[in-house]
């Protein structure tokens, strides 16, 4: 198996799942792809295990090609050096775990099937559960028999789709830091389909954020979720407090750019990509907006104080979350208004004893401070909301 191993692929298709995604992924590199049901990353995985033929592209791993449109190349689903994890186990119900992994073992000499079954059972940590069935192990034990059963083609590749979901959260993060102890020992490329955005974060190098079958923007997770494209990434990367602005000026010497919100003047990060005037789509992360409390003033201007009516205010345990509303100053006759809407929701969060202390549970006012590092700007652009 080479050093340098990369899978390249390139897929275009209109039906049934529309494609156009270009991804790559090095030896030892986990990927992740991430999007509402629908947009393709499922096929994604049946394309590069071959069980389902795009209608063009091609897919190339370690400088073999397993698939070529343009050359009429679909290498069968068992010519390639597939491990893959099915979010249902897909285990033999009657045959003992061992056996389930010994089943995928055919390439090697029967006499040595055994040896290198109980290996992998050891490897994912089953030693002394081979002669159980699936019925007989947990569901986080099942999902280790997948695993091992994944990685008995000695793999080129390794695709997971949505492989933590039938289990517990506390099962879950035991398998997530199987899996992340697995890279240092198997140099593979590895991609994962999750809806599980915190799974994506903690387990992946890169995200691959998908929306009806097209890469929208690919990068680090920290980027991805910090620095999306555009608000439809934003969305997918379940951010809720996206909003639409124009833009004022810029300050490149203070470092900032100035917009116009709801008739408030708020300091962004300066970003030249905007031009003086242009509309554009902006957000601030819930950690980036502090409250004001009661009893003081706002700190100054340079914290972009904003007033609203507290809507809604949510405990959970030691967390509070506080949505208010931003009302929309009146327009004059004929000027436009920038939004969309007469009125803008605004949610943050809060420590429950900080909520208690200000009276937040009862309705009425409060200030908060947008902090200038936290509004990414993004273009303006026309998107479908429904995903």
Known sequence: ???????????????????????KCGAGELLALVGPSGSGKTTILRAIAGLTRPEQGSIVCDD???????????????????????????????????????????????????ERAQQLMQQVHLEGLESRYPAQLSGGQRQRVALARALARDPAILLLDEPFSAVDQVTRRKLQQELARLRHSIKIPMILVTHDLDEASALADRIYALHRGTTL?????????????????????????????????????????????????????????????????????????????????????????VEGEIREVVSLGETTTVTMRIRQPEQKPGKESVGESGEEILSFTVSTHTARRNKLSELGTVTVSLLSEGIHLMPKIVEDRKF
């Open 64 to 114: 073999e090609t397993w698939f070529d449109s343009d050359n009429n190349i679909h290498m069968p689903p068992q010519q390639r050096r597939i491990g893959f994890m099915f979010q249902d186990y897909a285990l033999f119900p009657h045959l003992c775990a061992l056996h389930n992994i010994t089943a995928a073992l055919g390439h090697l000499p029967a006499k040595t099937r055994t």
């Open 1 to 23: 198996m080479s050093e340098d191993m990369t899978l390249r692929l390139s897929l275009r298709q209109t039906q049934p799942i529309p494609l156009h995604a270009d991804i």
């Open 217 to 305: 923007q690919d990068g680090s997770p920290s980027e991805v979720a910090n620095r999306p494209k555009s608000a439809l990434v934003a969305r997918l990367m379940d951010h809720v407090n996206i909003f639409t602005a124009s833009v004022v000026s810029h300050a490149p010497e203070k470092g900032i750019t100035i917009i116009n919100w709801q008739g408030s003047t708020l300091e962004a990060n300066y970003n030249k990509d905007f031009a003086v005037g242009e509309i554009v789509n902006w957000l601030i992360p819930p950690s980036h907006i502090v409250m004001h409390r009661r009893d003081r003033p706002s700190r100054g201007e340079h914290e972009n104080p």
